[in-house]
């Protein structure tokens, strides 16, 4: 694999996708090229903010331009950033080709159907599933929050099935590499 030059691998998709999962192994990947990128998690950065985000549309909204500015930034001080967020607006999707140079957009796409059967997501996606006195999540994307996905993703990967997190970075990781 040759070096990769600075960019933003936009890695998209519902919540329990596998974004950070891939873009955790993809990173290992390139790293074991000698590449450093930057790893941005959209479940870590939030942890890290002074004042924790929320989660209607507006707040999300803002978190995600928040998430493209910071890539943006990043990428122009040479680095290859791989931002796993979800992120799904039209908009920020659309600013972020039209601002970022090497701007690759991956969308990890998993039927509603099938997050609902994965570990630990029964509750978050099916309010039918929660235990008496539970509060049911609210303004979960997917939901009752719109998801706006992806309209011109350069990678769409369907990652339930056969497809492992292992096969998603090899696809991404492959990209990446033909991408420049």
């Known amino acids: 694999m040759t070096a990769v030059e600075a960019g933003v691998v936009w890695i998209t998709g519902l919540s329990g996708t596998g974004k950070s999962t891939v873009a955790s192994i993809v990173s290992?990947?390139?790293?074991?090229?000698?590449?450093?990128?930057?790893?941005?998690?959209?479940d870590r950065l939030r942890r890290m903010m002074p004042t924790p985000p929320g989660y209607t549309g507006a707040e999300r909204r803002q978190v995600a331009e928040f998430y493209s500015r910071l890539a943006h930034e990043l990428a122009g001080q040479g680095h290859l950033?791989?931002?796993?967020?979800?992120s799904l607006f039209h908009d920020v999707q659309r600013w972020n080709r039209e601002n970022i140079d090497g701007y690759l957009e991956v969308w990890l796409r998993v039927p509603l159907a099938v997050l609902k059967d994965r570990a630990g997501r029964a509750a978050f996606y099916d309010h039918r599933s929660l235990g008496p006195g539970q509060a049911p999540l609210r303004n979960v994307v997917g939901v009752d929050e719109p998801a706006q996905f992806p309209s011109e993703a350069d990678l769409v990967i369907d990652n339930f099935g056969d497809t492992t997190a292992n096969d998603a970075s090899d696809r991404i990781v492959d990209a990446i590499t033909r991408w420049r």
Do not use: K, S
Not at 30 to 42: A, F, I, Q, S, Y
Not at 81 to 86: G, K, S
């Open 28 to 42: 290992d990947r390139l790293t074991g090229t000698g590449c450093r990128p930057v790893v941005l998690d959209g």
């Open 81 to 86: 950033v791989l931002c796993a967020t979800i």
